[in-house]
């Protein structure tokens, strides 16, 4: 088990302040030396979640992108930057995402690739708790080892997104539909994030904290002034601490549960080995974290069948701001289980048939879905 993590300081995205920052906290950690070699092909696992400019806190700054790639290309080895975002897997919506988040620019100040293959391919990982039929982007495959590079975020279904639910991107963009409605409850989604963690097995995870986003992300939050970087050979270590810069409980946080119940991190970030700066002068008690409260008031050892049931019971709804809505249709495209449709030119949901996985919020390019929560979480919290 894994749990050293690296918190460095960074008050802003000067790319000078940026390449000492990230060189800092890759050489705390052994440096990248430990785990990669010349000729290899490293992939950048970035958050391009959908088009949004970097200033916006919504994608991976592309400042830390091209801080990595020089480094891996120090070594002599080819960095690949490269991710699933929402919506089709197809070159033209992924370059255009590529343009307008910076990673143009990124790769051609380090001398990285962009990845253009939107191959996928099917795999069967035995291991596997929730789904052992994997359909990921083949880039992916053919490279050697994967760095993972995420955007420290709040998230509607999952509280948080960090390093490891950012491995959801090495799903494309058309079959992740298919695994949220295969998987419906908060739990069992994130035990297949989990899955996809130790599937590709990143050997190292730097999480961009200099801005991140609070509210109602990962793309309608707010964007908050954090000043650090976050790295780690362990997803989840890395992950605990993210919480505890946004002064949130891991046990709230499903993906920490699951990676805890399997043996594969603590529960706190009090557990694991920090170097670098002192965690303590990045933490945000005022944060504010779209959270299912429920996991409060529940065991650590609750079964998992009893945190869902409570789940279903107080589930947050969707809700669509009409003022704002431009009739677009881009949320009822991207519902997998097919729970909106166009009323009057404006979405309108089903909620027997919503599984709250949020797709609509996410891809909302207007910020016209709201989540609507129960006063009850509310006050558990």
């Known amino acids: 088990m894994e749990n050293k993590v690296a918190v460095i300081g960074c008050a802003t995205y000067d790319q000078t302040e940026v390449d000492a920052a990230v060189k800092r906290a890759f050489d705390l950690l052994g440096g990248l030396e430990s785990a990669i070699r010349p000729g290899m092909r490293v992939a950048l696992k970035v958050n391009l979640l959908r088009k949004n400019k970097p200033e916006d806190a919504v994608t991976t700054h592309p400042a830390v992108v091209a801080a990595v790639a020089k480094q891996v290309r120090a070594l002599g080895a080819t960095p690949v930057i490269g991710d699933s975002p929402a919506g089709p897997f197809t070159l033209h919506a992924v370059e255009e995402i590529y343009k307008i988040s910076g990673m143009v620019e990124a790769a051609a100040q380090s001398g990285a690739e962009l990845n253009k293959d939107m191959e996928t391919v099917d795999d069967f990982f035995a291991e596997a708790k929730k789904i052992n ?6 880039y992916l495959k053919q490279a050697d080892v994967i760095i993972d590079l995420a955007k420290l975020k709040t998230h509607g279904l999952t509280a948080y997104t960090g390093a490891v639910k ?28 989990v899955d996809l963690n130790e599937y590709f097995k990143p050997v190292f995870c730097l999480i961009d904290g200099v801005v991140g986003m609070e ?21 989840y270590a890395a ?87 431009v009739g677009c249709g881009i949320c009822v495209r991207s519902c997998p289980p097919k729970a909106l449709k166009m009323v009057n030119r404006r979405p309108e949901v089903d909620l027997d048939v ?28």
Do not use: W
């Not at 494309?172 to 998987?183: M, N, Q």
């Not at 557990?271 to 974290?289: R, W």
């Not at 919503?354 to 919290?381: M, N, T, W």
């Open 215 to 235: 509210g109602e992300g990962p793309s309608n939050g707010e964007v908050r002034q954090i000043g650090c970087l976050i790295a780690s050979k362990s997803t």
């Open 354 to 381: 919503c599984i709250r996985c949020f797709c609509c919020q996410e891809l909302c390019p207007h910020d016209a879905v709201v989540i609507k929560r129960s006063k009850i979480l509310q006050r558990i919290g």
């Open 239 to 325: 992950d605990l601490v993210g919480m505890k810069l946004m002064d949130l409980a891991p046990e709230r946080v499903a993906t920490a549960v699951r990676a805890y119940a399997r043996g594969l991190a603590p529960i706190s970030a009090d557990e694991l080995t920090l170097v670098g700066d002192d965690v303590a002068q990045f933490v945000m008690p005022d944060f504010k974290v779209p959270v299912p409260k429920t996991t409060k008031i529940l065991p650590r050892f609750a079964p998992q069948f009893v945190l869902n049931g409570l789940m279903r019971i107080l589930r947050p709804k969707p809700r669509f701001n009409k003022k704002i809505c």
């Open 133 to 138: 039929r994997l359909t990921v982007c083949r």
């Open 166 to 193: 950012n491995l959801f991107g090495t799903v494309p963009g058309t079959a992740k539909v298919e695994y949220h409605f295969r998987l419906p409850e908060v739990m069992d989604f994130s035990d297949m994030l």
